[in-house]
Protein backbone atom coordinates (compact mmCIF):
# COMPACT_ATOMS: atom_id res chain seq x y z
CA UNK A 1 0.00 0.00 0.00
CA UNK A 2 1.53 3.57 -0.05
CA UNK A 3 1.38 3.80 4.30
CA UNK A 4 4.62 3.24 6.33
CA UNK A 5 5.14 3.02 9.77
CA UNK A 6 2.97 2.23 13.11
CA UNK A 7 3.80 4.80 15.27
CA UNK A 8 4.52 7.43 13.00
CA UNK A 9 2.66 6.93 9.97
CA UNK A 10 3.02 8.39 6.54
CA UNK A 11 0.96 7.96 3.72
CA UNK A 12 2.17 9.82 0.46
CA UNK A 13 0.02 10.14 -2.94
CA UNK A 14 0.61 11.59 -6.20
CA UNK A 15 1.89 10.36 -9.65
CA UNK A 16 5.10 12.32 -11.89
CA UNK A 17 2.87 14.45 -13.71
CA UNK A 18 -0.52 14.96 -11.62
CA UNK A 19 -1.19 18.13 -10.54
CA UNK A 20 0.62 17.31 -6.82
CA UNK A 21 2.21 15.38 -5.08
CA UNK A 22 2.40 15.14 -0.99
CA UNK A 23 1.82 13.44 2.45
CA UNK A 24 -0.58 12.76 5.43
CA UNK A 25 1.56 12.18 8.46
CA UNK A 26 -0.22 11.01 11.71
CA UNK A 27 1.39 10.56 14.82
CA UNK A 28 3.84 13.79 15.18
CA UNK A 29 4.06 14.43 18.65
CA UNK A 30 2.28 17.97 20.02
CA UNK A 31 3.98 20.80 20.93
CA UNK A 32 7.12 21.23 18.46
CA UNK A 33 7.59 23.96 16.27
CA UNK A 34 7.19 23.44 12.69
CA UNK A 35 6.83 25.28 9.71
CA UNK A 36 7.72 24.93 5.99
CA UNK A 37 11.11 26.36 6.55
CA UNK A 38 12.30 23.20 8.59
CA UNK A 39 10.95 21.10 5.94
CA UNK A 40 11.88 22.81 2.51
CA UNK A 41 16.43 22.04 2.94
CA UNK A 42 15.44 18.60 2.36
CA UNK A 43 12.85 19.18 -0.38
CA UNK A 44 15.51 21.45 -2.15
CA UNK A 45 18.21 18.85 -1.92
CA UNK A 46 15.85 16.36 -3.22
CA UNK A 47 14.66 18.24 -5.83
CA UNK A 48 15.37 18.19 -10.40
CA UNK A 49 17.04 20.12 -12.31
CA UNK A 50 20.22 20.69 -9.76
CA UNK A 51 23.12 20.26 -12.49
CA UNK A 52 23.92 19.12 -15.40
CA UNK A 53 24.24 15.31 -13.94
CA UNK A 54 20.56 15.31 -13.14
CA UNK A 55 17.22 15.83 -14.77
CA UNK A 56 16.21 19.03 -16.61
CA UNK A 57 12.67 18.44 -15.58
CA UNK A 58 12.42 22.48 -13.26
CA UNK A 59 10.52 21.83 -10.26
CA UNK A 60 10.92 23.96 -7.22
CA UNK A 61 9.20 21.42 -5.16
CA UNK A 62 7.99 24.02 -1.96
CA UNK A 63 6.42 22.47 0.21
CA UNK A 64 2.90 23.87 1.68
CA UNK A 65 1.77 22.31 5.32
CA UNK A 66 -2.22 22.19 4.94
CA UNK A 67 -3.09 20.81 8.84
CA UNK A 68 -2.00 19.76 11.82
CA UNK A 69 0.03 23.02 12.63
CA UNK A 70 -1.26 26.35 14.58
CA UNK A 71 1.04 29.76 14.96
CA UNK A 72 3.90 27.35 13.60
CA UNK A 73 3.14 24.18 16.53
CA UNK A 74 2.38 20.48 15.84
CA UNK A 75 -1.06 20.00 17.26
CA UNK A 76 -0.53 16.22 17.23
CA UNK A 77 -3.25 15.81 14.81
CA UNK A 78 -2.60 14.41 11.17
CA UNK A 79 -0.36 16.76 9.28
CA UNK A 80 -0.84 17.23 5.71
CA UNK A 81 1.64 18.58 3.19
CA UNK A 82 1.34 19.46 -0.48
CA UNK A 83 3.83 20.08 -3.16
CA UNK A 84 2.19 21.25 -6.55
CA UNK A 85 3.86 19.97 -9.83
CA UNK A 86 4.90 22.83 -11.92
CA UNK A 87 6.95 21.67 -15.04
CA UNK A 88 4.38 19.13 -15.98
CA UNK A 89 5.03 17.71 -19.34
CA UNK A 90 2.29 14.53 -20.12
CA UNK A 91 2.80 14.85 -23.93
CA UNK A 92 6.69 13.88 -23.59
CA UNK A 93 5.63 10.60 -23.34
CA UNK A 94 2.68 10.69 -26.04
CA UNK A 95 4.38 9.79 -28.68
CA UNK A 96 3.96 6.73 -31.06
CA UNK A 97 6.54 4.98 -29.65
CA UNK A 98 6.22 4.76 -26.03
CA UNK A 99 2.52 4.18 -26.34
CA UNK A 100 3.37 0.99 -28.05
CA UNK A 101 6.52 -0.26 -26.20
CA UNK A 102 6.83 -0.92 -22.55
CA UNK A 103 10.22 0.51 -21.27
CA UNK A 104 12.91 -2.08 -20.87
CA UNK A 105 13.56 -2.50 -17.08
CA UNK A 106 11.03 0.05 -16.37
CA UNK A 107 7.53 -0.77 -14.00
CA UNK A 108 5.14 0.34 -17.48
CA UNK A 109 4.96 -3.60 -18.13
CA UNK A 110 4.28 -4.30 -14.14
CA UNK A 111 2.10 -1.90 -13.62
CA UNK A 112 0.11 -2.68 -16.63
CA UNK A 113 -0.43 -6.51 -15.33
CA UNK A 114 -1.48 -5.62 -11.84
CA UNK A 115 -4.15 -2.93 -12.02
CA UNK A 116 -5.12 -3.61 -16.02
CA UNK A 117 -4.41 0.60 -16.41
CA UNK A 118 -1.54 2.63 -16.23
CA UNK A 119 -0.59 6.22 -16.32
CA UNK A 120 0.12 7.55 -19.31
CA UNK A 121 2.48 9.91 -18.53
CA UNK A 122 6.06 8.73 -16.76
CA UNK A 123 6.49 6.57 -14.26
CA UNK A 124 3.27 7.48 -12.20
CA UNK A 125 3.72 6.05 -8.58
CA UNK A 126 6.86 4.31 -9.59
CA UNK A 127 8.42 7.70 -10.67
CA UNK A 128 10.96 9.31 -7.93
CA UNK A 129 8.18 11.99 -7.81
CA UNK A 130 6.45 9.92 -5.19
CA UNK A 131 9.19 10.29 -2.96
CA UNK A 132 8.47 13.75 -2.16
CA UNK A 133 6.43 12.65 0.21
CA UNK A 134 8.38 10.88 2.18
CA UNK A 135 10.73 13.45 2.17
CA UNK A 136 8.81 16.14 3.63
CA UNK A 137 7.77 13.88 6.20
CA UNK A 138 10.82 12.86 7.11
CA UNK A 139 11.87 16.30 8.00
CA UNK A 140 9.39 16.68 10.62
CA UNK A 141 10.54 12.98 12.13
CA UNK A 142 14.21 14.55 12.12
CA UNK A 143 13.40 17.43 13.64
CA UNK A 144 12.03 15.32 16.82
CA UNK A 145 15.08 12.87 16.47
CA UNK A 146 17.54 16.38 16.23
CA UNK A 147 15.61 17.70 19.20
CA UNK A 148 14.59 14.65 21.83
CA UNK A 149 17.95 12.68 20.84
CA UNK A 150 20.54 14.41 19.03
CA UNK A 151 20.15 11.93 16.23
CA UNK A 152 22.16 12.47 13.26
CA UNK A 153 21.38 10.89 9.54
CA UNK A 154 24.26 11.58 6.63
CA UNK A 155 24.22 9.96 3.59
CA UNK A 156 26.42 10.28 1.12
CA UNK A 157 27.49 8.62 -2.71
CA UNK A 158 29.84 6.11 -2.12
CA UNK A 159 29.99 4.48 -5.59
CA UNK A 160 28.95 4.92 -9.10
CA UNK A 161 29.31 2.31 -11.92
CA UNK A 162 32.72 0.48 -11.10
CA UNK A 163 34.24 4.00 -8.94
CA UNK A 164 34.11 3.37 -5.23
CA UNK A 165 34.68 6.28 -2.63
CA UNK A 166 36.75 2.98 -0.52
CA UNK A 167 37.93 -0.03 -3.27
CA UNK A 168 37.46 -3.32 -1.57
CA UNK A 169 40.79 -5.01 -1.28
CA UNK A 170 42.62 -8.10 0.07
CA UNK A 171 43.53 -5.86 3.54
CA UNK A 172 39.96 -4.10 3.49
CA UNK A 173 37.45 -6.32 1.64
CA UNK A 174 34.84 -4.07 3.17
CA UNK A 175 35.07 -0.62 4.12
CA UNK A 176 34.00 -1.67 7.76
CA UNK A 177 37.62 -2.39 8.82
CA UNK A 178 38.99 0.60 6.75
CA UNK A 179 39.80 3.58 9.27
CA UNK A 180 39.59 6.01 6.51
CA UNK A 181 35.90 4.64 6.13
CA UNK A 182 35.42 4.98 10.09
CA UNK A 183 37.03 8.30 10.42
CA UNK A 184 34.35 9.76 7.88
CA UNK A 185 31.45 8.32 9.24
CA UNK A 186 32.08 9.41 12.74
CA UNK A 187 32.13 13.09 11.51
CA UNK A 188 30.63 13.66 8.45
CA UNK A 189 28.27 16.01 7.81
CA UNK A 190 25.35 17.11 5.10
CA UNK A 191 27.39 20.46 4.76
CA UNK A 192 30.45 18.70 4.00
CA UNK A 193 28.62 16.14 1.52
CA UNK A 194 26.80 19.11 -0.32
CA UNK A 195 30.45 20.73 -0.82
CA UNK A 196 30.69 18.33 -3.56
CA UNK A 197 27.47 18.83 -5.68
CA UNK A 198 26.30 17.81 -8.04
CA UNK A 199 27.63 14.13 -7.25
CA UNK A 200 27.94 14.14 -3.11
CA UNK A 201 30.89 12.06 -2.79
CA UNK A 202 32.79 13.72 -0.20
CA UNK A 203 36.54 13.25 -1.56
CA UNK A 204 37.48 15.12 -4.50
CA UNK A 205 39.12 12.74 -6.08
CA UNK A 206 36.92 10.38 -6.74
CA UNK A 207 33.82 13.02 -6.75
CA UNK A 208 35.67 14.67 -9.92
CA UNK A 209 36.23 11.26 -11.33
CA UNK A 210 32.13 10.33 -10.91
CA UNK A 211 31.40 13.41 -12.02
CA UNK A 212 33.24 12.81 -15.34
CA UNK A 213 31.93 8.99 -15.71
CA UNK A 214 27.42 10.19 -15.39
CA UNK A 215 28.50 12.83 -18.03
CA UNK A 216 29.65 10.57 -20.40
CA UNK A 217 26.81 8.28 -20.03
CA UNK A 218 24.30 11.48 -20.07
CA UNK A 219 26.41 12.32 -23.25
CA UNK A 220 25.20 8.88 -25.23
CA UNK A 221 22.31 8.82 -23.92
CA UNK A 222 22.77 6.12 -21.63
CA UNK A 223 22.35 5.64 -17.68
CA UNK A 224 24.89 4.15 -14.63
CA UNK A 225 23.83 3.10 -11.12
CA UNK A 226 25.42 3.37 -8.04
CA UNK A 227 26.14 2.78 -4.11
CA UNK A 228 24.61 5.23 -1.38
CA UNK A 229 26.11 5.20 2.24
CA UNK A 230 24.43 5.82 5.18
CA UNK A 231 25.63 6.72 8.81
CA UNK A 232 23.28 7.13 11.79
CA UNK A 233 24.51 9.08 14.84
CA UNK A 234 23.93 9.05 18.74
CA UNK A 235 21.12 6.34 18.26
CA UNK A 236 20.02 4.71 21.72
CA UNK A 237 20.39 1.34 22.24
CA UNK A 238 17.20 -1.29 22.69
CA UNK A 239 15.53 0.08 19.57
CA UNK A 240 14.15 -2.79 16.95
CA UNK A 241 12.54 -5.99 17.86
CA UNK A 242 13.87 -9.19 18.12
CA UNK A 243 12.49 -11.59 15.29
CA UNK A 244 10.16 -9.71 11.69
CA UNK A 245 11.12 -6.15 12.71
CA UNK A 246 14.58 -6.07 13.65
CA UNK A 247 16.22 -2.70 12.55
CA UNK A 248 18.29 -3.71 10.10
CA UNK A 249 14.88 -5.27 8.31
CA UNK A 250 13.02 -2.51 8.45
CA UNK A 251 15.96 -0.09 7.47
CA UNK A 252 16.25 -2.77 4.54
CA UNK A 253 12.32 -2.92 3.70
CA UNK A 254 12.31 0.66 3.74
CA UNK A 255 15.56 1.33 1.42
CA UNK A 256 14.13 -1.20 -1.46
CA UNK A 257 10.86 0.44 -1.23
CA UNK A 258 13.10 3.39 -2.79
CA UNK A 259 12.48 3.61 -7.11
CA UNK A 260 15.83 1.95 -8.50
CA UNK A 261 16.95 0.51 -5.10
CA UNK A 262 18.30 -2.89 -5.55
CA UNK A 263 20.27 -3.97 -2.93
CA UNK A 264 20.68 -3.66 0.81
CA UNK A 265 23.72 -4.56 3.32
CA UNK A 266 24.34 -3.46 7.04
CA UNK A 267 27.78 -2.88 8.59
CA UNK A 268 30.48 -5.44 7.07
CA UNK A 269 27.66 -6.50 4.65
CA UNK A 270 28.83 -8.73 1.79
CA UNK A 271 32.56 -7.67 2.22
CA UNK A 272 32.08 -9.19 5.70
CA UNK A 273 31.75 -12.63 4.54
CA UNK A 274 35.20 -12.84 3.55
CA UNK A 275 36.76 -12.34 7.19
CA UNK A 276 37.13 -15.24 9.75
CA UNK A 277 34.85 -14.98 13.16
CA UNK A 278 38.14 -13.62 15.23
CA UNK A 279 38.39 -10.30 13.23
CA UNK A 280 34.60 -9.82 12.62
CA UNK A 281 33.63 -10.29 15.92
CA UNK A 282 33.00 -6.52 17.52
CA UNK A 283 34.34 -7.03 21.54
CA UNK A 284 32.98 -4.99 24.01
CA UNK A 285 34.73 -2.32 26.11
CA UNK A 286 33.41 0.27 28.40
CA UNK A 287 31.81 3.28 26.69
CA UNK A 288 34.21 6.73 27.26
CA UNK A 289 32.64 9.35 29.29
CA UNK A 290 30.91 11.92 27.03
CA UNK A 291 29.35 14.79 27.54
CA UNK A 292 25.56 15.12 27.89
CA UNK A 293 23.49 15.76 24.15
CA UNK A 294 22.20 19.22 24.54
CA UNK A 295 18.60 17.81 24.41
CA UNK A 296 16.00 15.95 26.17
CA UNK A 297 17.65 12.71 26.19
CA UNK A 298 18.33 12.33 29.84
CA UNK A 299 15.22 12.87 30.66
CA UNK A 300 13.47 10.10 28.33
CA UNK A 301 15.03 6.98 30.11
CA UNK A 302 16.91 6.65 26.99
CA UNK A 303 20.49 6.50 27.75
CA UNK A 304 23.73 5.93 26.11
CA UNK A 305 24.73 2.75 26.89
CA UNK A 306 27.50 1.77 29.88
CA UNK A 307 29.17 -0.42 27.03
CA UNK A 308 30.81 0.68 23.21
CA UNK A 309 31.83 -1.66 21.41
CA UNK A 310 35.88 -1.39 20.04
CA UNK A 311 34.85 -2.41 16.66
CA UNK A 312 31.55 -1.81 14.66
CA UNK A 313 31.67 -4.96 11.80
CA UNK A 314 27.80 -5.19 13.55
CA UNK A 315 27.10 -1.35 12.26
CA UNK A 316 25.44 -0.37 15.51
CA UNK A 317 22.94 -3.58 14.93
CA UNK A 318 22.93 -7.32 16.64
CA UNK A 319 19.99 -9.51 17.11
CA UNK A 320 18.27 -6.91 15.30
CA UNK A 321 18.61 -4.31 18.19
CA UNK A 322 20.86 -1.24 18.32
CA UNK A 323 23.90 -1.22 20.89
CA UNK A 324 24.34 2.17 20.79
CA UNK A 325 26.83 2.63 17.95
CA UNK A 326 27.08 4.29 14.69
CA UNK A 327 24.55 2.23 12.27
CA UNK A 328 25.40 2.35 8.70
CA UNK A 329 24.57 0.95 5.87
CA UNK A 330 24.42 1.07 1.71
CA UNK A 331 21.67 0.91 -0.72
CA UNK A 332 22.68 -0.42 -4.49
CA UNK A 333 20.64 1.40 -7.47
CA UNK A 334 20.63 0.51 -11.09
CA UNK A 335 21.02 2.73 -14.05
CA UNK A 336 17.76 4.35 -14.74
CA UNK A 337 15.82 2.09 -16.70
CA UNK A 338 14.56 5.39 -19.53
CA UNK A 339 17.28 6.54 -21.76
CA UNK A 340 17.27 7.76 -25.31
CA UNK A 341 19.76 4.90 -26.76
CA UNK A 342 17.65 3.11 -29.44
CA UNK A 343 16.30 -0.29 -27.81
CA UNK A 344 15.30 -3.45 -29.03
CA UNK A 345 12.31 -4.21 -27.41
CA UNK A 346 8.55 -5.69 -28.00
CA UNK A 347 5.29 -4.22 -28.03
CA UNK A 348 2.50 -4.23 -24.92
CA UNK A 349 0.52 -6.64 -27.05
CA UNK A 350 3.42 -8.88 -27.56
CA UNK A 351 2.27 -9.49 -31.29
CA UNK A 352 5.66 -7.30 -33.39
CA UNK A 353 8.98 -6.09 -32.12
CA UNK A 354 10.37 -2.66 -32.45
CA UNK A 355 13.02 0.02 -31.70
CA UNK A 356 12.29 2.44 -28.33
CA UNK A 357 14.21 5.70 -28.54
CA UNK A 358 12.51 6.65 -25.03
CA UNK A 359 11.63 10.48 -24.56
CA UNK A 360 11.35 12.31 -21.78
CA UNK A 361 13.60 13.96 -18.81
CA UNK A 362 15.88 11.81 -16.55
CA UNK A 363 18.51 11.36 -14.49
CA UNK A 364 22.03 9.61 -16.41
CA UNK A 365 22.57 8.37 -12.72
CA UNK A 366 19.99 8.41 -9.82
CA UNK A 367 22.50 8.29 -6.85
CA UNK A 368 23.30 12.04 -6.15
CA UNK A 369 19.31 12.97 -5.57
CA UNK A 370 18.84 9.26 -3.98
CA UNK A 371 21.26 10.53 -1.03
CA UNK A 372 18.06 13.08 0.90
CA UNK A 373 15.89 10.36 0.04
CA UNK A 374 17.89 7.46 1.55
CA UNK A 375 18.18 9.65 5.10
CA UNK A 376 14.77 9.98 4.54
CA UNK A 377 13.57 6.61 4.73
CA UNK A 378 16.23 6.11 8.07
CA UNK A 379 14.84 9.00 10.04
CA UNK A 380 11.22 7.42 9.08
CA UNK A 381 12.54 3.87 10.23
CA UNK A 382 14.58 5.38 13.46
CA UNK A 383 11.62 7.49 14.72
CA UNK A 384 9.01 4.36 14.66
CA UNK A 385 11.41 2.39 16.59
CA UNK A 386 11.93 4.46 19.32
CA UNK A 387 8.57 5.64 19.45
CA UNK A 388 7.65 1.65 20.09
CA UNK A 389 10.65 1.44 22.49
CA UNK A 390 9.32 4.43 24.27
CA UNK A 391 5.94 3.16 24.76
CA UNK A 392 7.29 0.07 26.14
CA UNK A 393 9.16 1.36 28.41
CA UNK A 394 6.45 3.97 29.46
CA UNK A 395 4.44 0.97 30.44
CA UNK A 396 6.74 -0.59 32.44
CA UNK A 397 7.78 2.23 34.55
CA UNK A 398 3.82 2.70 35.78
CA UNK A 399 4.71 -1.39 37.23
CA UNK A 400 5.34 -1.58 40.95
CA UNK A 401 8.99 -2.46 41.00
CA UNK A 402 9.84 -5.79 40.99
CA UNK A 403 10.45 -7.70 44.74
CA UNK A 404 14.35 -9.38 44.78
CA UNK A 405 13.16 -13.00 45.67
CA UNK A 406 15.43 -15.62 45.23
CA UNK A 407 14.57 -18.09 41.95
CA UNK A 408 12.65 -21.30 42.78
CA UNK A 409 14.18 -24.18 43.76
CA UNK A 410 14.31 -26.70 41.01
CA UNK A 411 12.79 -29.91 41.48
CA UNK A 412 15.46 -33.17 41.58
CA UNK A 413 14.56 -35.50 38.35
CA UNK A 414 13.40 -38.20 41.16
CA UNK A 415 11.19 -35.39 42.34
CA UNK A 416 9.66 -35.15 39.11
CA UNK A 417 9.18 -38.80 38.81
CA UNK A 418 7.63 -39.27 41.99
CA UNK A 419 5.17 -36.02 41.21
CA UNK A 420 4.57 -38.01 37.62
CA UNK A 421 3.80 -41.02 39.13
CA UNK A 422 1.52 -39.71 41.73
CA UNK A 423 -0.14 -37.74 38.82
CA UNK A 424 -1.11 -41.22 37.05
CA UNK A 425 -2.55 -43.02 40.22
CA UNK A 426 -4.67 -39.61 41.24
CA UNK A 427 -6.05 -39.18 36.85
CA UNK A 428 -5.64 -43.36 36.09
CA UNK A 429 -4.67 -43.72 32.47
CA UNK A 430 -5.69 -41.58 29.60
CA UNK A 431 -7.47 -39.23 32.26
CA UNK A 432 -9.48 -41.96 33.32
CA UNK A 433 -9.37 -42.68 37.16
CA UNK A 434 -9.67 -46.28 38.07
CA UNK A 435 -12.13 -47.44 40.81
Not at 386 to 397: E, H, P
Request: charged share 20%; with cysteine.
Amino acid sequence: MSTFGEYFRVTTYGESHCRSVGCIVDGVPPGMELTEDDIQPQMTRRRPGQSALTTPRNEMDLVEIQSGTEFGVTLGTPIAMIVRNKDQRPHDYGNSTMDLYPRPSHADWTYLEKYGVKASSGGGRSSARETIGRVAASAIAEKYLKLAHGIDIVAFVSSVGGLHMFPPSAIHPTPSTNPAFLSLIGDVTREKVDEFVPVRCPDATASAKMAELIAGFRDRQDSIGGTVTCVIRNVPSGLGEPCFDKMEAMLAHAMLSIPASKGFEVGSGFGGCEVPGSIHNDPFVLAPELPPLETGASKNGLLRPRLTTKTNNSGGIQGGITNGAPIYFRVAFKPPATIGLAQQTATYDGESDGILEAKGRHDPCVVPRAVPIVEAMAALVVIDALMAQQARQTSRSLLPPLKKTRPAKRTTVAGEDAIKKQHINDQGVNGLKTE
